[in-house]
T-cell receptor, first 112, second 112 residues
Framework: GEDVEQSLFLSVREGDSSVINCTYT??????LYWYKQEPGAGLQLLTY?????DMKQDQRLTVLLNKKDKHLSLRIADTQTGDSAIYFC????????????FGQGTELSVKP | SQTIHQWPATLVQPVGSPLSLECTVE??????LYWYRQAAGRGLQLLFY??????ISSEVPQNLSASRPQDRQFILSSKKLLLSDSGFYLC???????????FGPGTRLTVL
C-alpha cells in the first residue's frame, strides 16, 4: 500500500533552523500536508503544497517538494521553544480514494 | 469561520462498558467527516468517514461503529469496550470541494 515515512526525532537549538523530512510512495498524490500536534491536542494544519509546486513559503515555514524523488521537507526558520511538537507529513492519495495517508510524525525538541 | 468540537475531552471506562463520542462541526454545511484513532505509537489510523447523513464507510473492521444522525454531527460508538480501544480519538472535517482536513481537539479514552 501507499506509505509515508519520517524520522521519529529531531533536536535543535533555539534560533537555529529545523528541517523535517518526509518521503512518500504515491506518485498520484495531489496535495501534501504538514500538521503540528502539541501534547494532548489535536492536529493543527500548518501548511500544504500542491503537487505541481516546488516550494511554498509562509512566514517562518518553507516547504520544498521534490516530486521526482517523492521527498517533502518542512523548514522552520529561527526555531523557538514553542515550536516543540510532533510534526506529521501527510499525502492525499488518489490511489486510496482521496484519503489522507500520514507518516508516523517527527518529534521536534527545541533546546534553549 | 468553521469550528469543530469533540466531547468529552477525556474518558475513563471499564472493559465491557459502552462508548459514545461526539463530534460536531459549525460554520459549514455538508462536510465530509472522519474518525481517526491515534495509539501510543503516534500513527493515525482512519476508522470511519462519512460524505453525508447516514452514509458511513468503515476502514478497519473492529469493535467500533459510527453514525451521522445530522449533517454536522458524527458519533463514534461501541457496545462493549476492549482494552485495545484505548487511545486518542480525533474527528476531522473537510469541505465537499476541498480535500484539506481540519481536526478537532480529540478525546483521550482509557479503558481499564
Amino acid at each position: 500500500g501507499e506509505d509515508v515515512e519520517q524520522s521519529l526525532f529531531l533536536s535543535v537549538r533555539e534560533g537555529d533552523s529545523s528541517v523535517i523530512n518526509c518521503t512518500y510512495t504515491d506518485s498520484s498524490s495531489t496535495y501534501l500536508y504538514w500538521y503540528k500536534q502539541e501534547p494532548g491536542a489535536g492536529l493543527q494544519l500548518l501548511t500544504y503544497i500542491f503537487s505541481n509546486m516546488d516550494m511554498k513559503q509562509d512566514q517562518r515555514l518553507t516547504v520544498l517538494l521534490n516530486k521526482k524523488d517523492k521527498h517533502l521537507s518542512l523548514r522552520i526558520a529561527d526555531t523557538q521553544t514553542g515550536d516543540s511538537a510532533i510534526y506529521f507529513c501527510a499525502e492525499m492519495s488518489r490511489n486510496q480514494g482521496g484519503k489522507l495517508i500520514f507518516g508516523q510524525g517527527t518529534e521536534l525538541s527545541v533546546k534553549p | 469561520s468553521q469550528t469543530i468540537h469533540q466531547w468529552p475531552a477525556t474518558l475513563v471506562q471499564p472493559v465491557g462498558s459502552p462508548l459514545s463520542l461526539e463530534c460536531t462541526v459549525e460554520g459549514t454545511s455538508n462536510p465530509n467527516l472522519y474518525w481517526y484513532r491515534q495509539a501510543a505509537g503516534r500513527g493515525l489510523q482512519l476508522l470511519f468517514y462519512s460524505v453525508g447523513i447516514g452514509q458511513i464507510s468503515s476502514e478497519v473492521p473492529q469493535n467500533l461503529s459510527a453514525s451521522r444522525p445530522q449533517d454536522r454531527q458524527f458519533i463514534l460508538s461501541s457496545k462493549k469496550l476492549l482494552l485495545s480501544d484505548s487511545g486518542f480519538y480525533l474527528c476531522a472535517w473537510s469541505g465537499q470541494s476541498t480535500d484539506t482536513q481540519y481536526f478537532g481537539p480529540g478525546t483521550r479514552l482509557t479503558v481499564l
